[in-house]
C-alpha cells in the first residue's frame, strides 16, 4: 500500500498540473510523470519519467531517475551518466545515474527532488 504522505505530495504536484500516476512494485513506490519538460538539446521537448522512492521514504530518499529509452541529445550522443538501459514496469528505461549529495528528510520532497532531476538533466547535456 502506497504510504498517505507520498499521494498527499502527489496531489500536490498534480494541483500544479503535472500529469502522475503511481504504481507500487517490488519494494518500491513508482512516480511517473507524463510530458515532463525537458531542458533545451534534447532530441524532444518533453518525456516520460520514472522516479523510485523507497517505502521508506522521505527518511530514504531517491536515488537516480529514469526517462524515455530513446531520449538522447539533439546531436544524437548519449546524456552523460545516462548509456543504461533497464526494464521497470514491463518498460525499457534510459537510467540518469545522478545521486543526490545530500537529503534532509525533514526538508526535501518529491518537489526538491524534482529540481535536482532537472538539474541533472541540464548537466548530462554536457554542453560548453
Do not use: C
Request: aromatic share 10%.
Amino acid at each position: 500500500m502506497i504510504p498517505e504522505h507520498i499521494v498527499k505530495e502527489i496531489e500536490d504536484l498534480r494541483k500544479e498540473g503535472h500529469s502522475i500516476d503511481l504504481i507500487e512494485s517490488e519494494g518500491w513506490v513508482n512516480v511517473i510523470f507524463g510530458n515532463f519538460s525537458l531542458p533545451v538539446g534534447y532530441n524532444k521537448t518533453s518525456a516520460t519519467l520514472l522516479i523510485k522512492l523507497p517505502m521508506s521514504y522521505p527518511n530514504g530518499r531517491p536515488d537516480m531517475f529514469w526517462t524515455d529509452e530513446d531520449l538522447i541529445l539533439k546531436d544524437g550522443r548519449v546524456p552523460r551518466n545516462a548509456d543504461v538501459i533497464e526494464i521497470a514496469l514491463e518498460k525499457k528505461w534510459r537510467r540518469f545515474s545522478w545521486h543526490p549529495q545530500s537529503w534532509n528528510p525533514g526538508t526535501d520532497n518529491l518537489r526538491t527532488y524534482l529540481e535536482f532531476v532537472n538539474s541533472g538533466l541540464v548537466k548530462a547535456r554536457n554542453l560548453p
